[in-house]
Nanobody, 117 residues
């Protein structure tokens, strides 16, 4: 059974940086997109960034210029480098993989990111 395991969350002061990682345990084939979502208390889950197999990346307006998503296809791992963090970035961050062949979605368990002002 494939699981996505996130790491790298924590508590940092505003203006600081964190790097999230998400690795798949088990084999996944045909991963098309890898994403990071986040969910703040009392809010809906929102898409933060997506990176496609080609390396093309998209970002939510709220994180453009501050966050960078990247992936290692050989390791089935996705990263999220978060700089210039703000208190409003506080949320649980989830990674998500989509496989185009079998049209399957995989989710991580979430990692807490807390930014203090």
């Amino acid at each position: 059974q494939v699981q996505l395991v996130e790491s790298g969350g924590g508590l940092v002061q505003a203006g600081g940086s964190l790097r999230l990682s998400c690795a798949a345990s088990g084999s996944i084939f045909g991963i098309n997109s890898m994403d990071w979502y986040r969910q703040a208390p009392g809010k809906q889950r929102e898409l933060v960034a997506t990176v496609f197999r080609t390396g093309t990346a998209n970002y939510a307006d709220s994180v453009k210029g501050r966050f960078t998503i990247s992936r290692d296809n050989a390791k089935n791992t996705v990263y999220l480098q978060m700089n210039s963090l703000k208190p409003e970035d506080t949320a649980i961050y989830y990674c998500h993989y989509f496989t185009s062949g079998a049209s399957r979605h995989y989710w991580g368990q979430g990692t807490q990111v807390t930014i203090s002002s």
